[in-house]
């Protein structure tokens, strides 16, 4: 069993920077590919960025200004997320899980963590 908690949200101006953090319980990265998703108001969960055996994936939304790391000592994976837009506000999920033929399957969810960007 895998569990995920997300800290770090809150409101922050366009332009501006927020870091995320997703706690694992287990041994977390050894394991899965390591994934952030968000979802809007009304809109589907979505991919925004992934980490797997060293190499990161990437949604057009968050090229260039989302990055994802790990720090294997904590067992948290962080989302650096710069030059903030007011449509990148959503709940932000932290995910445990595979990638299957070039497919993110996400296998366990944290609660999520809300990030407003004001305009």
């Known amino acids: 069993q895998v569990q995920l908690v997300e800290s770090g949200g809150g409101l922050v101006q366009a332009g501006g920077s927020l870091r995320l953090s997703c706690a694992a319980s287990?041994?977390?990265?050894?394991?899965?590919?390591m994934a952030w998703f968000r979802q809007a108001p009304g809109k589907v969960r979505e991919f925004v960025i992934s980490?797997?055996?060293?190499?990161?994936y990437y949604s057009d939304s968050a090229k260039g200004r989302f990055t994802i790391s790990t720090d294997n000592a904590k067992n948290t994976v962080y989302l650096q997320m710069n030059s903030l837009k007011p449509e990148d506000t959503a709940v932000y999920y932290c995910?445990?899980?595979?990638?299957?033929?070039?497919?993110?399957?996400?296998?366990?969810w944290g609660q999520g963590t809300q990030v407003t960007v004001s305009s």
């Open positions: 287990g041994r977390t990265f050894s394991t899965y590919a």
């Open positions: 995910a445990a899980g595979e990638y299957e033929r070039g497919t993110y399957l996400p296998g366990y």
């Open positions: 980490w797997s055996g060293g190499y990161t």
